[in-house]
Structure formats: C-alpha cells, structure tokens
C-alpha cells in the first residue's frame, strides 16, 4: 500500500514568495495532521482535519499559515509570505481515526527560506 | 488536558548495554500511549502502542514498554543496544477522542 505521499521532498524559495506543500493521505484514512519539526521547536501540531474538516488548527503560527482539504485524498498547506523563520521540515500524517489509532507519516517537505 | 514529558533530550548507551527511555504523561481519561522512531531524514514511525488491555506491550525491533498507571510512566526499554536503535524517540498520549500529543523527543545514541 502506499503511504502518505508528500510534495514537494524539498523545496528552496525566496522569502516573500508563496510556498504551497500538498500531501495525499492513505486512502480510506479520515484524520490529515500537518506538523513542523525544527530543531528549536521539536514536533508542532499545526493542524489536523477529521472527515475534511479542519478540528484544531490553534497550532497555525500566524496567518500566513493556511491548511485546506478539499477532498479525502488531498490536502494543502500554504504559507504567503514565507519568511526565513519558516525553514523547517513539514510532515503530513493520517489515521484512520482519532484517540488510539496510530498515524502514519509522510517522509517531510524539507522547506528552507533564504 | 494532556501532556507528555520525556526524561533527557539525550541518551547515550554502549552498544549491547540496556536502553531506557522515559516518558510520564498527564491525562484526565485513560489514556492511548504510543512511542514512535524517527530515523534520520525521514517521518516518524510507530514503534509500539498501548490502548488497553496489557500492560506490558511489545513492538518492533525488540523495544518493549509498560503502561503503568500509579507512576502515570510508559517507559521504553530494550535489552540489548544496536547501532541500528540511533535515532530519535518520541513519547505521545492521546485519548479516543482527540488528538495525539506528541513529547520533544529524546535522541538515543549508541557507543561502539
């Protein structure tokens, strides 16, 4: 089966610039969690959906930060302007539900603004 | 409210020596306790989990852990160190209807 799909696996942008990291769930999975992993700041919680619907999203830093699901199958986070503070590795998760179902990862988007 | 404290942001082991790793949690609820991997450059990946049932549960690679409710601990242990274990270990908690939280983290190193 496949896994969480992620895209890009790494990304380099200007700051200022928009940045759109996208993730594909496995299928048949109704919870999406979007985290940010920086060596400061560990594993953060940005936000997580449950049936395309986002539940919690006070993780967002600030509203530059925007995370949609339009569908089961796809997710977006954006980040317009990106500033250099965002570098950092982004992960997309999925679970097939909440509380004790375990999430499965996606290898990261590796995001460094310059 | 839940939370997870893991003990130390650093472990090092002497390869074939035991590993500890600790966790202790604060939940309202009984809770759903995991421990996950992450290797580096690569997403996190679930080790073992405890959601009931018993309390002592093992997971891959020869890590085990136990639930123990009076020390509100999930501890990791593992008899004998690899130097494949090097790698970063992450405690979480969830309950049914909520969210995983995540701990920082603890970065196991393994001595030769």
């Known amino acids: 089966d496949a896994g969480v799909i992620q895209s890009p696996r790494h990304e380099v942008t200007e700051m200022g610039q928009e940045v759109t990291l996208r993730c594909k769930p496995i299928?048949?999975?109704?919870?999406l969690f979007w985290y940010r992993q920086t060596m400061m700041r560990g594993l953060e919680l940005l936000i997580y959906?449950?049936?395309?619907?986002?539940?919690?999203d006070s993780g967002m830093p600030e509203d530059r930060f925007s995370a949609k699901m339009p569908n089961a199958s796809f997710s977006t986070l954006k980040i317009q302007p990106s500033e250099p503070r965002d570098s950092a590795v982004y992960f997309c998760?999925?679970?097939?539900?909440?509380?004790?179902?375990?999430?499965?990862f996606g290898e990261g988007s590796w995001l460094t603004v310059v | 409210a839940q939370s997870v404290t893991q003990l130390g942001s650093h472990v090092s082991v002497s390869e074939g020596a035991l590993v500890l790793l600790r966790c202790n949690y604060s939940s309202s609820v009984p809770p759903y306790l995991f421990w996950y991997v992450q290797y580096p450059n690569q997403g996190l990946q679930l080790l073992l989990k405890y959601t009931t049932g018993a309390t002592l549960v093992k997971g891959i690679n020869g890590f085990e852990a136990e639930f123990k409710k009076s020390e509100t601990s999930f501890h990791l242990t593992k008899p004998s160190a690899h130097m494949s274990d090097a790698a970063e270990y992450f405690c979480?908690?969830?309950?049914?209807?909520?969210?995983?939280?995540f701990g920082k983290g603890t970065r196991l190193h393994i001595l030769p």
């Open positions: 299928s048949g999975h109704n919870s």
């Open positions: 998760a999925s679970s097939p539900g909440q509380g004790g179902n375990t999430i499965y």
């Open positions: 979480a908690v969830s309950r049914w209807d909520d969210k995983i939280i």
């Open positions: 959906f449950n049936n395309n619907v986002p539940i919690d």
